[in-house]
């Protein structure tokens, strides 16, 4: 992406590397990739589907993707059964799909597992959940375990390791490239 952004190329798909297309070329592609099970273009559709309000299609192409192992579709699902999205409330399948997601290594289901354990009144739970997740991370797990230091919830010492860790997190992920991206995409949503 990053070279086409620069050269003012066309864009590429990362698949098949001809022009991305638009319109029903596109959609007609996007079906393709589901029918080879690719979780992440089905998980994709399914949150297509989930931003236009048709929530039945999102829940089969989410469960779908989830089924394939993508973990941001466990994380949709669980979403879709916190808020009864399209589906009856259901807090047990909420659970399993957090806990599916966080141990495929998403931050965000692995802070909400924390938030959870804490109306469940399991605080050390919580903590520990908080410290993986500033660990891959998550601003806002560093966010708690700085308060709950406040509160005698995570030693100083604790509290320092995570620091260090959700730095080199940070640091991973940084490049002259994503930044060029970030912002071509930035100026590309504001105008």
Same mark, same amino acid.
């Given at each position: 992406?990053? %070279?086409e /952004?620069?050269?003012? =190329? ?6 098949? %590397? ?5 319109g !029903?070329?596109?959609? *007609?592609?996007?079906m393709? @990739? /589901? ?7 089905? %998980? ?6 989930? !931003?236009?309000? !048709?929530?039945?299609s ?5 469960? %779908?993707?989830?089924?394939l ?6 994380y949709?699902?669980s979403?879709?059964?916190d =808020? ?5 409330k259901?807090?047990?399948? *909420?659970?399993?799909?957090?806990? *599916?997601?966080a /141990? ?5 289901? @692995? ?19 908080w /410290?993986i997740?500033?660990?891959q991370?998550?601003? !806002?797990?560093?966010?708690l ?18 620091l260090?860790?959700?730095?080199a997190?940070?640091?991973?992920t ?10 071509y ?7």
């Amino acid at each position: 992406m990053l %070279r086409e /952004i620069e050269g003012k =190329l066309k864009f590429k798909c990362p698949f098949c %590397r001809q022009p991305v297309q638009t319109g !029903d070329k596109a959609h *007609e592609m996007m079906m393709k @990739r /589901i029918e080879a099970n690719d979780p992440k273009t089905t %998980r994709e559709w399914g949150r297509r589907q989930y !931003d236009k309000g !048709d929530y039945s299609s999102a829940f089969e192409y989410f469960t %779908r993707a989830a089924g394939l192992g993508n973990v941001e579709a466990h994380y949709g699902l669980s979403q879709m059964y916190d =808020l009864g999205k399209g589906i009856e409330k259901d807090g047990g399948k *909420e659970m399993y799909h957090l806990a *599916e997601a966080a /141990i495929g290594g998403h931050p965000g289901a @692995r802070h909400r597992l924390g938030c959870r354990e804490v109306v469940n009144g399991n605080i050390e739970r919580a903590v520990k959940h908080w /410290i993986i997740a500033a660990n891959q991370g998550s601003d !806002d797990s560093i966010q708690l375990l700085m308060f709950g230091f406040k509160k005698g919830m995570i030693s100083k010492e604790e509290l320092a390791a995570t620091l260090r860790a959700h730095q080199a997190a940070i640091d991973e992920t940084k490049s002259p490239q994503r930044e060029t991206v970030e912002e071509y995409r930035r100026t590309r949503t504001t105008s």
